[in-house]
């Protein structure tokens, strides 16, 4: 048994008290109003609270300022509208009204009605590239995690050319010189609410534990790297993904980027001044930059801007500069999805890319990489396509904090392949397919077959997760142990699946190549 039913736990941490200066137990005082939420079962919901200003008009492109204060209570019952983003992953699902460069909202999940609780406080970062995404998916909803004893948050945060643009004049306008990053801006506003404001929900703002997936799994190693940060979480999780090593994230200088964007967005929109582009309505900005002659569609990502990062990510981190807290990270077996024999054959392509990409160390590259058979070639492309998507770059950040952190480590591979995918396809255990388990939101794909083993894993990595909020420390009563990684422990990786078990790297020495050929 892992932990507590939740019908126990619940029932222990749900009071009749309500919170001071509320007139009912869904209603919550906060710094800028009162806002009343919900009942969900056993937890409150909180939805579509603003965390900052709008940032249109004058305030589009600049850091986030502070929210507005209302009068009376302000209902937060349903979700705020989702990030200005083009339609490009079906299965992401919303249930917020749709897209608005208005979107700087987040949702509370709390399972206690008594200020005074002090419960542990996890804050969600969603992925989707830092262009597409929002808070609003039902297999990210913060209710399920909640009932195990923990206040959890999750935000909007602003994405694409709304989020990561760079220009010259921005440059000059700022008070910092910097310009970019305000999409990491305005996921750092929403922690300093949630330092601000969580109390009022039972949450401990001394307790916070920022945890994200893909982009936001990037955000999550970058927020560990900014120096505005500190203080301001004590954990963090990191699933899929690190601000390491990237190819179609690159962080670059803030003048080369700032120069390359301005280039790109004046071309595809004729504007050429800053009053120019803030003018244009921010759907028509949208659908210019998403539909090029060209059919491509330019990518804004994050930049050592000099202010939230003064250096790159991996810089800060061998320096010993960052925000040094426990980390709990790793990823999922099947990231760069499954490669079937195909034409060319496997054994034939794996041996054009050792060529390719690793010159005269080829042969070392299909020693770690096998290609004895047709199958293991495909296995071996499959597992090398997943280490240049995400692997290999969560690795190196994990890899960084061994070096420098000084702080517990726990290192996972996720290898529980969903019955099936949103579209009945079986696909392996790809990117993204843990979110489900982690929230035990699979009401959420009524479609997937879910079964009794893929429940079990989900309660086994909500426990872990849990624990690890509380403490530090994601061990637990009747939960397979997990060593710290490290060297004394003989770098040891928890295998979460059914049953989940730790187990030495056997891929070390390809990280180790890896990391001398990719990072020169």
Not at 327 to 348: I, K, S, Y
Request: with cysteine; glycine share 10%; proline share 9%.
């Amino acid at each position: 048994m892992i932990g507590l039913p939740r019908r126990i736990l619940c029932g222990f941490l749900l009071t009749s008290l309500a919170l001071p200066g509320a007139e009912s137990d869904l209603q919550v005082r906060i710094q800028t109003g009162v806002v009343e939420g919900k009942a969900e079962g056993a937890v409150r919901a909180f939805l579509g609270i603003p965390y900052a200003a709008p940032p249109v008009g004058d305030l589009r492109w600049k850091p986030p300022a502070p929210a507005l204060p209302w009068e009376g209570v302000r209902p937060a019952k349903e979700f705020g509208p989702r990030p200005m983003q083009p339609a490009v992953y079906k299965d992401m699902i919303f249930r917020d009204p749709g897209c608005s460069e208005d979107c700087l909202s987040l949702n509370v999940w709390t399972p206690v009605t008594d200020a005074k609780s002090r419960l542990p406080v996890m804050v969600w970062i969603f992925g989707g590239g830092f262009f597409a995404g929002g808070s609003s998916e039902q297999r990210q909803d913060g209710s399920h995690l909640a009932e195990l004893g923990v206040v959890v948050v999750s935000m909007n945060y602003r994405l694409g050319l709304f989020g990561f643009f760079a220009h010259p004049d921005l440059i000059r306008e700022s008070p910092y010189h910097a310009a970019g990053n305000y999409g990491l801006m305005d996921q750092l506003a929403a922690i300093r609410w949630v330092h601000d404001n969580i109390s009022a929900f039972g949450g401990d703002p001394a307790n916070v534990t920022i945890f994200g997936q893909s982009a936001g799994s990037f955000s999550v190693s970058a927020l560990m790297a900014s120096p505005l940060a500190k203080g301001l979480f004590q954990k963090a999780i990191g699933e899929s993904g690190g601000a390491f090593f990237s190819r179609s994230l690159p962080q670059r200088p803030l003048a080369t980027v700032a120069a390359e964007d301005a280039e790109t967005v004046g071309k595809i929109t004729g504007a050429r001044t800053l009053a120019d582009l803030r003018a244009i309505p921010a759907q028509a900005l949208l659908d210019a930059v998403s539909k090029t002659s060209d059919g491509g569609r330019p990518r804004f990502g994050m930049d050592i801007d000099g202010y939230f990062l003064p250096e790159s990510v991996p810089a800060i981190f061998a320096e010993g500069k960052q925000n040094a807290v426990p980390l709990l990270a790793g990823w999922n077996r099947d990231e760069g999805g499954l490669l079937l024999p195909e034409n060319p054959p496997p054994t034939e392509s794996m041996k054009k890319t050792a060529g390719d990409q690793f010159g005269d160390r080829a042969n070392e590259f299909l020693a770690l990489y096998p290609t004895d058979t047709e199958q293991r070639a495909a296995r071996s492309g499959a597992e090398f396509a997943a280490d240049r998507f995400i692997a290999f770059g969560t690795w190196a950040w994990i890899e960084a904090e061994t070096r420098t952190g000084g702080q517990p480590i726990y290192r996972y591979r996720f290898d529980t392949a969903p019955p099936t995918d949103f579209f009945g396809v079986k696909k392996g255990v790809f990117h993204s397919a843990e979110i489900p388990y982690v929230f035990g939101e699979f009401d959420s794909e009524p479609q997937v077959p879910w079964t009794p083993e893929d429940r079990e894993v989900s309660r086994l990595i909500q426990a872990y997760w849990t624990n690890f909020a509380r403490t530090g420390d994601p061990n637990g009563p009747g939960l397979p142990d997990w060593p710290v990684y490290s060297p004394s422990t003989g770098w040891k990786v928890l295998h979460i699946d059914s049953p989940a078990a730790a187990q030495p790297d056997d891929f070390r020495p390809r990280y180790l190549f890896l990391a001398q050929e990719w990072e020169k």
